[in-house]
């Protein structure tokens, strides 16, 4: 048995013998249990006779499958849009001295996978969202977490390193109308992302 499952065992035990909650934590913390431990333990039950469970985290190997998926087609979907609309912008803001370029051969790969992934990336959204709202027990999923945690962390990383790229031309002089578009986009993309994931890490 695990450390935390002997501790959560012994709070339920003593919770059903008629142990005070103040009580118990004291004996935890003179046994060298760290506070966090000890109240990670005692959130884990309601006193009562018999103490009754609280609604724990839980890791499911399917929801791993699940939020990965969605996690892979948003990110295949967010960096197609981002490499579509800079050709485009290249295409619409020519340099001074060049020729506009017609889309090519890049621009048709973002196109085809964007129709392959966006499909997807709905349906997985319209399944995670009918699933937590059938069952809010599915919001305490550890994997739904992990994967929003992930993706907030690429969005931010994303957001600071268009932060960085504008400073940068800005100071080197180099703050065109191109320029702008572009960092413009990346901020908008990584800004849908992060409103994606806006409340996943509630609850």
Known sequence: MKPADRLSEFVRLSLAQGGDAQTIRAALGQAGWSAPEIEDAMSGWLPGQPPVPRPR??????????YGLLFVSLGVVAWHLCQLG???????IPDPGEYPVAPGSSER??????????????LLSRQVAR???DDAGRRRSLVRKWFASLTLMVAALVFLGDAIWVIYALLNGDLTLRFICKA?????????VLGYYRDEMDG
């Open 184 to 192: 413009a986009l990346v901020a908008v993309i990584a800004a849908l």
């Open 57 to 66: 985290p839980y890791a499911s190997a399917q929801e791993a499958l699940l």
């Open 109 to 122: 790969w973002s196109i085809a996978a964007l129709i392959a992934f966006t499909p997807v990336f709905v």
């Open 86 to 92: 800079m050709g485009l912008i290249d295409y619409l």
């Open 131 to 133: 699933l937590s709202r």
